[in-house]
């Protein structure tokens, strides 16, 4: 990867592919069938739980039934089909199917409420609507538009009606209009999450995917161009992250594997054995904090704890050690073509002869049997959707697997930056993503351009005006960006705090620190306009009940167990290793455990497992106010 810092300060890496103006997504799936005709593209587990091939002629057949069926129905090119559904084959097919047609996608989560499904409805104009289950298609059919001329239910049938009313579509139709579709036109639109207010629906073009696609076959080969890879995919394909991924997966030669029920996700790895896996920082929690209860404590427990030390100790040695550059190349103007020298010809220290050692026991004592849960094949984890704990990024690396962080936005088409294996120094997130350039503006906001970010939000000319300057998206996100081109995420600017003594604090240092132990479940930092920061917690109703009996407590309800004082025990030294790592005026002074759960269900976390702050902050204000009277009658007890 080649970066360069340009003289006006942005930091640009160079594409190494151009994507021509004919190209569409439909056609980059064709000319892998005609490039490696018969190939395995994807793999499909039956009821029986074996996993059965499908070829990508196979898929792109599935494809050809499906697009003359929806043509049947009066789907016309430029008109808005919307998919509820898991990540699954079939969402894959109806999705590719439409485009294939010229039509524009709508991904609608199985979490959304009836009145975000309604706001779809009506904001994109729908005509065709296609679930996965009757229960979703009911719950459509309650809030359906007068421009949804046809609603199908998957488990009603919807596969084979779609093909049997296709029968007398010719085929050569569906090649025209895929022919028509151009690398500038519309694929689909993604409604954001709304972490900060109402969903907007970001329109993204053929092009926003393609071109950065084609910098992944250069970039990173092993998992998108080679027939060896093995992909298994269970985050939402409804998110704009994982959408990209299948894209890359489905055009490139390895096999890709969908896995709609988490529940099964540990059979589904274990049976599918995949490469590669696309996570959010929670499932990794997860994992980790699954080995770590299951050690227990005593021995057994202090013995896990040494091991992920060396795992993380491990990890750390082969970083690289961030070092500037000679004074000669960042004083003074920049020259426009200014090289960044490659980070990874810069060797890391390595590990000592004793660590390696260590790392060898640590591995057949504990942490060969993590490695296990995650299956033989696994060499990379790409982690994205939220930041992710350093301590829990250098375990897994140590673990010698290969773990790649990366940043972007729904605005972004998923990933802007992202780690190199060679390259990731602490708290990066990557280089800019081939293609791309940003920069940081004079108030510490992350500004980005490039083949990868969209060109707006539909029906919302204001927002878009708002959203973009001199050619510049503004992410919402504070960041820094070194003198190597690393760059770092340090907060949301909307979700600043600032104390009633005027100390700006950004509130996701300490949450990320705080994520992995193994009793929160959700975090949740507050102190705007207050006299200093706090903090609410919700338990880990999974884990909470291992954690008790390991440390010889009985296992009680988590209301029971938040006023146990070992469980308050252990927070506080959480609470004090986290505060180590901000001020004093951004420390955490006192904090709250409150009896609920934070979920996707009811809607206090994004699908991709974020904290929706504004409306935690709203509807639990009761909380934050009983925090702070706490802390105001101590005060005045020991006055």
Known sequence: MTVRRLADGSWEAIATREASPEMNLPSMLRLRAQEHPGQVAIERRSPVGTWRPVTIDQFLSDVDSIARGLIALGLEAGEHLAILAPTSYEWALIDVAALSCGAITVPIYETDSA????????????????????????????????????????????????????????????????????????????????????????????????????????????????????????????????????????????????????????????????????????????????????????????????????????????????????????????????PVPDASAIPSPGPSTLLKIRGRVADALVLSKVKAILGPNLHTIISGGAPLALDLANFYRGLGITLLQGYGLSETTGPISVETPQDFPPDSVGFPWPGNRMKIAPDGELLVQGISVSKGYHNLPEATAEAYVDGWFKTGDLASIDDRGHLRITGRKKELIVTAGGKNVSPEVLEDSLATHPLIANVIVVGDQRPYVGALFTLDHDMLGSWLTNHGLPVVDPAAAAKLPEIQASLERAVAKANKAVSRAESIRRFRIIDTAFTVENGYLTPSLKLKRSAVLRDFAHEVDALYAEGENSRKKNS
Not at 220 to 229: E, G
Not at 276 to 285: A, G, I, K, Q, S
Not at 318 to 331: G, I, K, Q, T
């Open 115 to 338: 009145v975000q499904i309604e706001h779809i409805l009506k904001d994109a104009d729908i005509r065709i609507v296609i679930t996965a289950t009757a229960q979703q298609a009911e719950l459509v059919q309650s809030v359906k538009t007068d421009s949804v001329r046809h609603l199908l239910s998957l488990d009603k049938g919807a596969q084979r009606d779609l093909a049997q009313a296709g029968l007398d579509i010719p085929i050569e139709e569906v090649r025209l209009r895929t022919e028509a579709v151009k690398l500038e036109d519309e694929a689909t639109i993604i409604y954001t999450s709304g972490t900060t207010g109402v969903p907007k629906g970001v329109v993204l073009t053929h092009g926003n995917f393609i071109s950065p696609m084609l910098q992944a076959y250069d970039f990173l080969p092993l998992l998108i161009n080679d027939p060896r890879s093995r992909s298994l995919l269970f985050l939402p394909v409804a998110h704009v992250l994982a959408r990209f991924v299948m894209y890359c997966l489905l055009s490139g030669q390895g096999v890709v594997a969908f896995s709609p029920d988490t529940r099964n996700l540990v059979d589904d790895i274990a049976t599918f054995k995949p490469s590669m896996l696309l996570v959010v920082p929670r499932v990794l929690e997860k994992v980790y904090n699954a080995a770590s209860a299951k050690a227990g404590g005593g021995f057994k427990g202090r013995m896990f704890s040494w091991a992920a030390k060396q795992a993380r100790a491990l990890s750390q040695s082969r970083a690289y050690v961030d070092s500037p550059l000679p004074e000669s190349l960042v004083a003074g103007p920049l020259p426009d073509t200014t």
